[in-house]
């Protein structure tokens, strides 16, 4: 199945994912500019009227980019929308989100037929975040456009399940828009999700380390510092398991090798956490593959590295399998 034309313009099959309180219009609007889909949480605007001011700057400065630049369009962006009962903003969100027509809208923690119908009655596509296939059938069943397996290894809220697994059951019946989430960081990464069946390589925890990204320098520092070995899975910040780095846990006074269990039924995804340290303020989502985020760059620097190496390990394979 060919991609939707919203997808003409990128770079490099990348987007990049939301992050919690990380991303915001500078990031997501760098991220466009530099060729690959930016994106932002509905709830990192706050108050609420934030969002429409948030939408305003970037539809604006992408469309001063575009005149300025018709020869390298700008790629689309994204609003993510959690979807779960305990976000109370979400129909107000989505209003704001109408009106400005927003492009591509990623849903997470529950897939809603209204919520997909109302995107696309703006000519809006709907990509929804699984960790399993039983997931992934239910959100198509619904309406979603495409789907973004979070797979192990992936940061904040991610799923147990190999991306070799996932993938290859999920591309035994679906042939739409697919971007693979977990431990992607590298060019090489984003050419192995192609290799699996996926359309995109979906990028979150090296953005963290960017000059655009809105996290305090501590936080970029260790992303650069910390391997795989610095990541710890648990439930208990948000009540949903995830991937959050050792040494930001330790820093709050736990001991990430005996955490307690989180409950999702007193979870508030306006506040960020139901522990006393709070995710994602000081308790840090990061995947897996951050090894290879050896410096704090700016975006455009960042996606300049990465096609670099996408390029060098096609070129690679080329050679090794083709002579």
Known sequence: MALPAIFDN????????????????????AQCKAGVVGSFPALNARPASQLDEWLHQITEELAAHNRDNPDR?????????????????????????????????????????????????????????????????KAIEKGADGLIPVAAGAGGHAGVTSPFALMREIREWFDGPVALSGSIAHGASVLA?????????????????????NAVDGYKENIVEAKAADIVYSDLFT??????????????GMDPNN?????????????????????????????????????????????????????????????????
């Not at 990128?10 to 609007?29: D, M, N, Q, Y």
């Not at 989180?262 to 000081?282: H, P």
């Open 10 to 29: 990128l770079r490099l099959p990348v987007i990049g994912s939301p992050l919690f309180i990380v991303s915001g219009p500078e990031l997501v609007i």
């Open 73 to 137: 369009p700008a790629a689309p962006y994204a609003v993510n929308q959690i979807v779960h009962k305990s976000n109370n903003r979400l129909q107000e969100d989505i209003a704001t989100c109408a009106k400005w027509q927003v492009p591509l809208t990623i849903t997470s923690l529950g897939a809603q037929v209204e919520l997909n119908d109302a995107v696309h009655s703006w000519g809006g596509i709907v990509l929804h975040d699984v960790i399993n296939d039983r997931f992934a059938h």
């Open 193 to 213: 999700a192609q290799a699996m069946g996926a359309d995109f390589g979906y990028i979150g925890s090296a953005f963290i380390a960017t000059k655009e990204a």
């Open 239 to 252: 009540g949903v398991s995830g991937n959050y780095l050792r040494q930001s846990i330790e820093r709050a």
């Open 259 to 323: 955490l307690p269990k989180g409950d999702i039924s007193t979870m508030d995804f306006g506040s960020g956490g139901n522990s006393e340290a709070k995710a994602w303020k000081d308790i840090w989502g990061s995947g897996q593959g951050i090894g290879a985020v050896k410096a704090v760059k700016t975006v455009a620097e960042f996606v300049d590295q990465l096609e670099a190496e996408y390029r060098a390990a096609k070129a690679s394979l080329d050679a090794r399998f083709l002579g």
